[in-house]
């Protein structure tokens, strides 16, 4: 995936500015991202890429990179 499709699905999912989400953008403190938010954001992720994270994974990423390395990690 794209840096720019995860940008376009976080901003569609958090109502936030694309201009806000960076690499470095923290979800919670940068993106005012909760945890159903996160749950919002995965399954987005897994409709659009059909990559799912599992919960106790997500529940560790604190950034746009974790989960876009992770996304690039686990992609076909």
Do not use: R, W
Request: charged share 30%; with cysteine; glycine share 4%.
């Amino acid at each position: 995936m794209e840096f720019e499709t995860l940008k376009q699905i976080i901003s569609d999912t958090f109502s936030c500015d694309e201009a806000k989400i960076t690499m470095e953008a923290s979800l919670a403190d940068d993106l005012g991202a909760d945890s159903l938010d996160a749950v919002e954001l995965n399954m987005a992720l897994e409709e659009a890429c059909g990559i799912a994270i599992p919960d106790e994974e997500l529940g560790n990423m604190k950034t746009v990179k974790d989960i876009y390395d992770y996304l690039q990690a686990h992609a076909e």
